[in-house]
């Protein structure tokens, strides 16, 4: 089973409004990151937050982290229709192995994004 | 421009025809990684790379083969013992040494298997 479980699978908002994404997961981790994909292309990467680290800010981007309940948040804030994407977060892992730089990526969570 | 291309953007292939997706980075990167998606199961590791000339087999290696011969490519072989094959594909890179293993996503290429 996946790592990284995002929720809701699926998310509709008007522009304006802030949308909040969640991932939960199983194992312990060094880092979580969440990642962006516009339909058809590859992914592209927002932002990292590391295992020690409770929260952080990009832009419009608000990521949160509760590793005592393995889950972490991601906040778009005044969304806009530009935003309509899905959006995966992605962990690595504390026990992965030396030298090992996998991450393990969820389902993600589909973004709709109406003007 | 620094980056990953891959090429094709499209594929078609017949059934039982092996087929060689391309993967080239110039970010001096070490680690190399193939993903297939497809609708609903988000990325699935095939295989990865974290040094020339070395690689493992990722959750779904089954039907794929790699090779890492230079730094800069990571070619992908779809096999005709691959049962479903068509699907996206993705190709990533990272550095390597301590992290923190940030993957930069070359464009995909979609395969269609008939």
């Known amino acids: 089973s996946q790592q990284g479980e995002e929720d809701p699978q699926a998310l509709s908002i008007q522009e304006g409004e802030n949308a909040t994404m969640n991932c939960s997961y199983k194992?312990?981790?060094?880092?979580l990151q969440w990642y962006r994909q516009n339909s058809g292309r590859g992914l592209v990467h927002l932002i990292l937050?590391?295992?020690?680290?409770r929260e952080k800010h990009s832009g419009r981007l608000r990521v949160t982290l509760d590793t005592s309940k393995k889950s972490s948040s991601l906040l778009i804030t005044a969304s806009r229709a530009a935003d309509t994407a899905s959006y995966f977060c992605?962990?690595?892992?504390?026990?992965?192995?030396?030298?090992?730089?996998?991450?393990?990526f969820g389902k993600g969570t589909k973004l709709s994004v109406i003007p | 421009d620094g980056g990953i291309t891959q090429s094709p953007k499209y594929l078609f292939r017949k059934e039982g025809q092996n087929v060689t997706l391309s993967c080239e980075q110039n970010l001096n990167h070490d680690a190399m990684y193939w993903y297939r998606q497809d609708p609903g199961q988000g990325l699935r590791l095939i295989y990865y790379s974290q040094i020339v000339n070395d690689f493992q087999k990722g959750d779904i290696a089954e039907g794929y083969s790699v090779s890492r011969e230079k730094k800069e490519s990571f070619p992908l072989t779809v096999t005709s013992a691959q049962k479903n094959p068509t699907a996206f594909y993705l190709c990533?890179?990272?550095?390597?040494?301590?992290?923190?293993?940030?993957?930069?996503f070359g464009p995909g290429t979609r395969l269609t298997v008939t």
């Open positions: 990533a890179s990272s550095i390597g040494g301590e992290g923190p293993y940030e993957q930069y």
């Open positions: 194992t312990s981790i060094n880092n």
């Open positions: 937050i590391r295992s020690n680290e």
């Open positions: 992605a962990t690595h892992l504390a026990y992965s192995g030396a030298g090992s730089y996998q991450l393990t």
